[in-house]
């Protein structure tokens, strides 16, 4: 039986996209619903949600770390058969460059684990907290600029999503803000709309799409891309 091919580097790079993409809002979302006294299990399935997100996140970007280090270690291999006047020296140039590509790999994998742990930690701590909302609005309209080519396929995914499940243009345009982790009350200003209008909306599309809220509307995407993160190594 053939095997299917593992994921290539640009599939891990989409992958961690994906998760970076939905962890942002889910984590404004947690300190929201946490402000507003939602139900503690909602508030626990959406800190499971952001742990998800942010462990997938640290899986792809390790899964990338180890991509660069097999191609740093092949271009050693290379240089010491072009450059070793006999086939000991180039023996030990090609050992060098593998120990020192593997750590540097093993360097790289455990700052971007940890960097992702303590990322998901504070996300949870952060229950209740203010957030500094023009410092996110900000960070995220870099991160959108500096990935808006990649995040073209995954929106374009996204939104026959929403069109297969029958919205209308108006409850389109909510879920998409939805997404993007504006509160009820942002939605009904960027609409230009009461904040009830806005919150009916919302639950509207919450009712097409047989979600309970905001947090499983981003998990159901988050799901259909964590096989991506499980398929074969």
Request: charged share 20%.
């Amino acid at each position: 039986m053939t095997e299917s091919p593992a994921p290539t580097n640009d599939g891990w790079r989409w992958a961690a996209l994906a998760f970076a993409v939905l962890a942002v809002p889910l984590s404004f979302d947690m300190a929201e619903d946490a402000g507003e006294g939602v139900p503690l299990r909602h508030l626990i399935f959406e800190c499971f949600s952001v742990f998800v997100a942010a462990s997938g996140l640290g899986f792809a970007m390790w899964k990338l770390a180890a991509g660069r280090a097999r191609a740093r270690t092949a271009a050693a291999h290379a240089e010491a058969r072009a450059s070793s006047s006999s086939a000991e020296t180039a023996t030990a140039h090609a050992a060098a460059a593998v120990a020192s590509a593997e750590a540097a790999a093993a360097r790289e994998a455990a700052f971007s684990a940890q960097a992702e742990a303590e990322a998901a930690r504070r996300a949870a701590v952060a229950l209740g907290s203010e957030l500094d909302a023009e410092r996110l609005r900000a960070d995220t309209e870099a991160f959108r600029a500096n990935t808006r080519p990649a995040t073209t396929a995954i929106s374009a995914a996204i939104g026959a999503q929403l069109l297969a499940w029958g919205l209308t243009p108006a409850e389109l345009e909510v879920a998409r803000l939805l997404l993007l982790g504006l509160s009820h009350k942002e939605i009904a200003s960027a609409r230009e709309t009461s904040e009830r209008t806005a919150r009916d909306q919302a639950q509207a599309v919450y009712k097409k799409a047989a979600v309970a809220g905001r947090a499983e509307l981003a998990a159901f995407f988050l799901e259909d891309l964590l096989p991506v993160v499980g398929g074969p190594a």
